[in-house]
């Protein structure tokens, strides 16, 4: 214990280390302040495109008025009654952008998210006859449904909705879309979310790889204690052999106290940017709902055969502090084993840098080529594995939390294992 505090009070003591925690502070701070100030640019966009349907629909009306004039100078009755019925249906498309346009810059998300469940109840409850499309290229009915459920989730419990760049339905958007072209462009500006609440942005950060990267870093910063003692230039471990050590309780110390420092970073990287939305816009709600899909059930004819029904497939929606919960737990046993696999190669590289690259090259090939529960880097994208997006779309049920706890875990062991080994059979002293 001695020891593992003194390794603790060692690294607190390096200019590097707080060089390193005051620009993730600052990388964080305006990380939280540039999102804010895209949300803010989208939502005052979002009162312009009102604001110009507003002007078009009133020129719109202008025009058929001064043709409804010209025309009964003609006398022509049936012509005039079919302007007139143009300019009703324009004049009440005005009125509904004229309240909308209200309901943006007073900011009433109940009445909107009410405008937006109307547009969808058609949509839901008949997906034989009607859709919504983006060039010709229909959005998915289970994306359709999630995004109803969601609307009255939200409006259930008045919870503030992410800002989205559309103003006639914030889709929820979801793995049974497969758009294209232009029409792949329309649907990710109009469905990417920013959260401006502390938990709001914390769960879009959540969303984007954050938690690893963030691990990545603090690795790079505090797993380094042994190799960076061991070289060439440095022999500060020497120290610890003047002293009754054993090898294994120096290993203990040092492996622990790197670690310790990983989660306490990756807990401080995860508070700051929750910090900054809690300062400027307010906490959040913990009831905003978080979308879980069940999946569709393998096919028993081949793989190749396994295909999502968009129309029958069933999800529902947990509420965003059980979504934290499971996915702070998860992330607790993601920094041992990325802590772990970093400690290993450092101990055999000795260079933090190429370390750090290796480690980030393998991570990224394991999460995307090498797709079996029994991987561990399949549980790399955590927001995917809690919603079981990864598990649906590689139709493998076994994909789940609890069996990737217990594959990290037991990742974890062999790489603390081998690194034992390789620093008790290495000539330290040398």
Not at 17 to 27: E, M, V
Not at 84 to 107: H, I, M, Q, S, T
Not at 231 to 248: A, C, H, V
Not at 280 to 308: A, D, F, H, I, R
Request: aromatic fraction near 14%; include cysteine; glycine fraction near 6%.
């Amino acid at each position: 214990m001695a020891t593992l505090l003194f390794e603790c009070k060692k690294y607190m003591k390096k200019r590097t280390t707080w060089a390193a925690l005051f620009l993730s502070l600052i990388a964080s701070i305006a990380l939280y302040y540039f999102n804010v100030s895209v949300a803010e640019d989208i939502h005052r966009g979002n009162i312009t495109k009102v604001e110009n349907n507003i002007a078009d629909f009133a020129g719109y009306v202008s025009e058929l008025e001064v043709e409804i004039e010209k025309t009964e100078g003609g006398k022509n009755s049936e012509k005039v009654e079919e302007i007139a019925a143009e300019v009703d249906y324009f004049k009440e498309r005005l009125n509904n952008y004229e309240v909308l346009k209200n309901l943006y810059v007073n900011e009433s998300w109940n009445a909107i998210l009410q405008k937006e469940i109307d547009s969808l109840t058609y949509l839901v409850e008949n997906p034989d006859i009607s859709s919504y499309s983006i060039e010709e290229q229909a959005i998915s009915h289970f994306t359709i449904r999630a995004s109803f459920e969601e609307k009255q989730l939200l409006m259930e419990n008045e919870i503030v909705p992410f800002i989205q760049n559309d103003i006639h339905v914030g889709f929820l958007p979801t793995v049974y879309d497969n758009f294209t072209g232009n029409s792949l462009e329309q649907w990710e500006s109009m469905t990417r979310r920013y959260g401006t609440t502390g938990l709001s942005f914390l769960y879009q950060l959540i969303q984007i790889l954050y938690i690893p990267i963030v691990v990545l870093n603090g690795c790079f910063i505090f797993g380094n204690n042994i190799s960076t003692e061991t070289t060439n230039k440095k022999k500060g471990i020497n120290f610890y052999l003047t002293l009754p050590n054993q090898k294994w309780k120096l290993f203990t110390a040092k492996y622990f106290s790197g670690l310790l420092l990983t989660l306490g970073y990756s807990v401080f990287m995860l508070l700051i940017p929750f910090l900054c939305g809690v300062i400027t816009k307010g906490m959040g709600s913990l009831k905003y709902p978080v979308l879980v899909y069940e999946g569709s059930e393998p096919n028993p004819y081949g793989s190749e055969y396994n295909e999502l029904n968009p129309m029958e497939d069933l999800f529902h929606f947990i509420e965003l502090q059980d979504y934290l919960v499971k996915v702070l737990l998860f992330s607790v046993v993601f920094v041992i084993f990325l802590y772990s696999f970093y400690y290993f190669l450092s101990l055999l590289i000795k260079n933090p840098g190429v370390s750090l690259f290796l480690l980030g090259a393998i991570t990224y090939a394991g999460m995307n080529f090498l797709q079996s529960p029994y991987n561990p880097f399949a549980y790399v994208d955590i927001h995917k594995v809690v919603t079981r997006e990864t598990a649906t779309l590689l139709f493998n049920p076994s994909i789940q939390l609890q069996t990737g706890m217990v594959v990290l875990l037991a990742a974890s062991g062999l790489m603390v294992s081998l690194s034992f080994l390789k620093f008790r059979f290495s000539n330290i002293s040398g």
